[in-house]
Structure formats: structure tokens, C-alpha cells
């Protein structure tokens, strides 16, 4: 089973940014894609990015796509979401996972049995 911890998130300001970041214990990163969802109470959960393993596009919700950039580090493993011009309508938990691929669209992001959703780090955008 692979425990993901998502953190980074915090309270910013519209426009503001944040980075999130993304890691599991003991275990690299490399040999999965990656995906990032968010969600929020009484909503469903929205995938909103994904890096493949190696290579490949990634891939963004039409919601954040110019305003958010996923990466990875691969030298430690962990994957970043880099969050820009943030709104209020961005706040929500945000969520990583592991999957074998990204899929065409996001989602299409189908997490492996042993890598789903994390704990969660909060996100908040408000004046």
C-alpha cells in the first residue's frame, strides 16, 4: 500500500500562489504517473492534473490549465503542483494518487487499488 502525504497548502489571498507537494514513505515515485485532485464538501472530486511516469504530456483541467504546473523531482521522488493567480473557487483539499497512466483526459485518471487518495492538504483562497 502506498501512503501518500499531500502538503503545502495553507490560506493565500486571490492572485496568490502555492506549491503543493506530494511524496510517499519509502517508496519513489518515479515508476507511476501522478494526479492531483481537489475537492470540496457536497461536491464530486475533480482531477485536475496529471504528469506520467516518464516522458509523455502532462495533462490539466481546463479549470486550472495557465494557472497551475505539475512536476517532478526526480532526484527525491516527490511530485509538485505549483499554483498561481489562485481564486477563491480553487479552494478545496487537495488530493494525490498513483496510477499506471494519465489517461487522454483527466478524468480519465483511474488510481491503482494501493496508491489512491491521500489525507488531503487545504487549500483556502479568500480576501
Known amino acids: 500500500q502506498l501512503q501518500f502525504v499531500e502538503s503545502g497548502g495553507g490560506s493565500v489571498q486571490p492572485g496568490g500562489s502555492l506549491t503543493l507537494s506530494c511524496a510517499a514513505s519509502g517508496v519513489t515515485l518515479d515508476l507511476y504517473a501522478i494526479g492531483w485532485s481537489r475537492q470540496t464538501p457536497g461536491k464530486e472530486r475533480e482531477v485536475i492534473s496529471c504528469m506520467p511516469s516518464s516522458g509523455g504530456v502532462t495533462n490539466y483541467a481546463d479549470s486550472v490549465k495557465g494557472r497551475f504546473t505539475i512536476s517532478r523531482d526526480k532526484a527525491n521522488g516527490t511530485v509538485y503542483l505549483q499554483m498561481n493567480s489562485l481564486k477563491p473557487e480553487d479552494t478545496a483539499v487537495y488530493y494525490c494518487?498513483?496510477?499506471w497512466g494519465c489517461g487522454y483526459y483527466t478524468h480519465d485518471f483511474d488510481p491503482l487499488p494501493f496508491a489512491s487518495w491521500g489525507q488531503g492538504t487545504q487549500v483556502t483562497v479568500s480576501s
Open positions: 494518487a498513483a496510477a
